[in-house]
């Protein structure tokens, strides 16, 4: 399978996240979601280069950063309104959702992930 290892990288940082949450240490620590969101990226960027590789060929490199970004930002957006909904539905005193700086800057560094790992792949 061509996305098992970032399928298993994600599961391992979703574990993390849990730890993090369940301990309340991004309430103690806001920082640790910096690191969170940029991994996030670099592992949801992962899994997208390694779905479309067998098709890579067929596409412009242009084309092949939009596959790569474009669901990298879809995926930081669906996890963006899962932050909203744990706010909103779940657990209204946790607030892991900031506010507006707090959900772009996340979006950026998830961004900024699939970024790296676009830059590595093209050298490659």
């Known amino acids: 399978m061509k996305t098992a290892h970032p399928v298993i990288a994600g599961i391992?940082?979703?574990?993390?996240h849990?730890?993090?949450?369940s301990l309340s240490l991004y309430q103690q620590y806001p920082v640790l979601d910096i690191p969170m969101h940029f991994f996030g990226g670099?592992?949801?960027a992962w899994f997208f280069v390694a779905y479309v590789k067998s098709e890579q060929h067929k596409m412009s490199r242009l084309a092949?950063?939009?596959c790569i970004i474009g669901g990298t930002a879809l995926v930081g957006v669906v996890w963006e309104f899962y932050e909203w909904a744990m706010d909103t539905f779940v657990f209204p005193e946790t607030q892991f959702m900031?506010?507006?700086n707090d959900t772009l800057f996340d979006l950026a560094m998830d961004l900024f992930g699939a970024c790296v790992v676009t830059t590595i792949m093209r050298r490659k």
Do not use: F, Q, S, T
Not at 12 to 16: D, E, N, P, S, Y
């Open 18 to 21: 849990a730890i993090l949450a």
């Open 64 to 66: 092949w950063l939009v």
């Open 42 to 44: 670099v592992i949801v």
């Open 12 to 16: 391992l940082l979703l574990a993390i």
């Open 98 to 100: 900031g506010g507006l």
